[in-house]
């Protein structure tokens, strides 16, 4: 009997071949049954290729803007051809699954499709993507919208992540903060405190700068400047100059986001104020070819820096010869000294899409490309093994890589992409068991609790540096497989040498550190697991030390109660954002005043600050020269309205420098389910036209609506700031309004009476 033929499209990209899916779908593993997801922009075309080179269904979930979303198809196909090309390429390889498309393009609606995913059984995420840091290099973050949560959700619903690693080794540095003439300002090399880039006209660049600090409460403060370049010196066209003296919305990281009005050079600096050096600082720059001095390593994106290990982070080498890596794949290692790539995927490949007279064969550069041909592969590998969690999919497709030098390293993770070419090794029914691990004396397999005497040698080595990082530290690995959560608890007792235990995801020396503990004599973790597969590392702490040791391990398996369900608040009404800005009614206890301006509601596209809508308002005295302003504004996520609109740290770059400022009792406004608003208040000095002028500013948060508003007086030319007590009433006045129904919160009130420490 010849078995089902793939219905791929006539086009198909050669990395298909290249990573062995033609013998598995030869063999029936088509990616029947098994539910794809493209995250991605840009699916301008997508209708005219279904059926063809393209699936001829698709479930759709499109954003026509930020929270808004439609199921109709054409509502994707805008902003390029990028998504098209992505779900070509992983439908060359699995053209018998069922897709499904969104292009979400703010980091909540990215969490959203997501969700939407989930709800849906998908198995199989890609994500050729990549999104501004969100965390300081460690692969999580704190920010609950961050994509690098939805990496976890995802693989937590039961999918495997598939991402770009990027495609900006050249485009890079990471280094000690380097200052030889203590002048404050970084060396990127030897005399040269300037990193050079070119650019066209209408180039639109994102340089971002992070750095080692705590990322809430950040002390260490670095500025970021980007000059023009001219024969008569540098002179700065934009500049990211956020606070960080250890408040606790302080985070380190910096952003300049320019479009460049002339061609020409440019150079990047990096500025540090105060006595506090980072260790460590890293730079990217998007929107570019090559910095003058970059380092190629460090250079991962974001969410493919994550720590999860259901995601695969994916390297580009090109068709044409598979054993160069590309100039321009991103590498690791990450911050904290993970290996990245996870594994490497051609790129290069044809593609219908992005046929045209200068391309006729239509070939897909980038991350972008190779991540898809990974994701096609897992789809294989899911349907033959319909149980096999995100974790033992990406061990597989690890495992069965082709090694480029010694694996895993952070050119190539675990090497060039491979699925088994053993047809017969294909055939026979699914299985959830993983696959076996090779014969190694280092390895020993688990079957639950035991006591193990062994010893060490230098036949078996830590991947971990040793010290000082002279010589090698010895280890023993141990497997073991959780079919539920399990508390398990390890000792590691040496006979003379000091010990450390490491416990890793996944089967094998080279799975990610899920906990670790020792440095004496005795060694000891514990640790509630959940179903999974784990191996224990046992090491010695110091360089060649060779002994024997015992190792016991206990497992006892945990019922994690199930919650009782906290019934919701009723849903508020919705809050029309004019009512969140100053009305006269609001005024009237302070005077005459006239209205000069009303403006709005505008509603914002995507942007970085991840703002939807804003309403403004201005009321001049008839008396005095005092202005009052006030501004409503909405935002996506209550990370950007805690960040970005009630950060008075962005509100300095509106206008220049601060004076005085305090933020009071702000945490609680941003509690799980909490009706409340929170305040904060500062001193400002500005320039306009050549005049000084002075103003003093309310902000405050409807956290259920996701509103900031924010109060503004305004005195031209006074040697004083407006008292405090005005903005604070109308800010009281606004917030007794939104809050009525519900009353306003006790500590919220008590925000507003401490305003008085700001005069």
């Not at 498309?101 to 609606?109: E, T």
Request: glycine fraction near 10%.
């Amino acid at each position: 009997m010849i078995p089902p033929q793939p219905m791929q499209g006539s086009i198909v990209s050669e990395g298909a071949a290249l990573h062995g899916a033609p013998a598995w779908n030869t063999a029936g593993y088509t990616g029947a049954g098994v539910k794809i997801g493209i995250i991605d922009f840009g699916f301008e075309g997508f209708a005219n290729l279904m059926g063809s080179e393209v699936p001829a269904t698709v479930q759709a979930r499109c954003y026509e803007d930020v929270g808004m979303y439609t199921s109709n198809l054409s509502d994707c196909e805008y902003d390029g051809q990028h998504g098209t090309a992505v779900t070509e390429t992983v439908f060359d390889i699995a053209p018998d699954a069922t897709y499904y498309i969104s292009n979400p393009g703010s980091w909540a609606d990215l969490q959203s499709a997501t969700k939407w995913m989930v709800s849906n059984d998908v198995d199989v995420i890609n994500h050729s993507i990549g999104w501004v840091w969100h965390g300081r290099g460690d692969g999580i973050s704190y920010f609950a919208s961050s994509p690098l949560i939805s990496v976890d959700i995802a693989v937590d619903g039961g999918i495997t992540w598939v991402n770009a690693a990027g495609n900006g080794a050249l485009r890079a540095w990471y280094g000690s903060f380097n200052d030889p003439d203590g002048d404050n300002v970084h060396s990127f090399a030897s005399d040269d405190e300037c990193n050079s880039l070119m650019l066209d006209p209408d180039d639109e660049i994102l340089v971002q700068l992070r750095w080692s600090d705590i990322w809430l409460g950040a002390s260490r403060d670095l500025d970021l400047t980007l000059n023009r370049v001219t024969s008569s010196g540098n002179f700065p066209v934009e500049s990211s100059t956020d606070n960080q003296f250890g408040d606790i919305e302080h985070i380190p990281i910096e952003l300049i986001s320019y479009t460049s009005e002339s061609g020409g050079e440019y150079c990047v600096e990096v500025n540090q104020w105060g006595p506090n050096r980072p260790e460590w600082i890293q730079m990217q720059v998007w929107g570019i070819r090559e910095l003058e001095h970059h380092t190629n390593s460090y250079s991962i994106s974001n969410p493919a820096e994550s720590r999860n290990p259901g995601m695969l982070a994916v390297g580009a080498t090109r068709y044409s010869d598979t054993s160069t890596i590309e100039f321009f794949s991103s590498q690791g290692p990450t911050p904290d000294g993970r290996i990245k790539p996870e594994i490497v995927g051609v790129d290069g490949g044809r593609t219908a899409i992005y046929r045209s007279g200068e391309s006729p064969e239509g070939r897909f550069y980038g991350t972008s490309q190779a991540a898809p041909h990974i994701a096609g592969l897992a789809a294989l590998v899911k349907q033959r093994n319909p149980d096999y969690t995100p974790v033992q999919i990406a061990e597989y497709l690890k495992s069965n890589a082709e090694a480029r030098g010694s694996v895993p390293n952070n050119t190539w993770g675990y090497g060039f992409a491979q699925l088994p070419s053993d047809v017969t090794s294909i055939i026979p029914t699914p299985t959830s068991t993983p696959t076996p691990i090779s014969a190694d004396v280092c390895i020993s397999m688990l079957t639950g609790p035991a006591t193990i005497n062994g010893s060490w040698n230098a036949d078996c080595l830590s991947s971990m540096a040793a010290p000082g990082g002279a010589g090698d530290r010895y280890a023993r690995f141990y497997t073991f497989t959780l079919t539920g959560n399990t508390l398990v608890d390890v000792t590691l007792e040496p006979a003379t040498s000091t010990s450390y235990l490491y416990l890793r995801s996944g089967h094998g020396p080279d799975g990610a550190i899920v906990a670790s503990g020792g440095s004496s004599t005795i060694s000891e973790l514990s640790e509630e697991l959940v179903a999974g597969d784990y191996t224990i590392e046992a090491t010695t702490y110091n360089p060649n030390e060779v002994g024997d040791f015992t190792l016991t391990v206990q497992m006892k398996a945990t019922v994690t109660p199930t919650p009782t369900p906290i019934p919701p608040p009723p849903a508020p009404p919705a809050t029309d954002i004019k009512e969140a800005a100053c009305d006269a009614d609001d005024l009237s206890h302070l005077g005459d005043y006239e209205s000069i301006v009303e403006r709005g509601p505008f509603t914002y596209h995507t942007n970085y600050n991840g703002i939807v809508q804003q309403y403004l308002s201005r009321y001049e005295a008839t008396t005095s020269d005092v202005a009052i302003v006030c501004i409503a504004t909405k935002y996506d996520s209550i990370d950007n309205a805690r960040w970005h609109g009630l950060n008075y740290s962005t509100a300095l770059t509106e206008f220049a420098v601060i004076v005085d400022g305090n933020i009071n009792n702000h945490a609680q406004a941003f509690a799980a389910n909490q009706i409340a608003y929170d305040m904060l208040g500062l001193h400002v000095d500005y320039v306009l036209s050549g005049e000084e002028r002075k103003l003093t500013e309310i902000r405050f948060i409807d956290a259920r609506s996701l509103t900031v508003t924010v109060v503004r007086f305004i005195h031209p030319g006074a040697d004083e700031y407006p008292d405090i007590e005005g903005p604070v009433s109308v800010a009281g006045e606004i917030a007794n309004r939104l809050f009525s129904a519900s009353g306003v919160n006790s500590q919220g009130g008590q925000a507003f009476d401490a305003a008085e420490a700001l005069k």
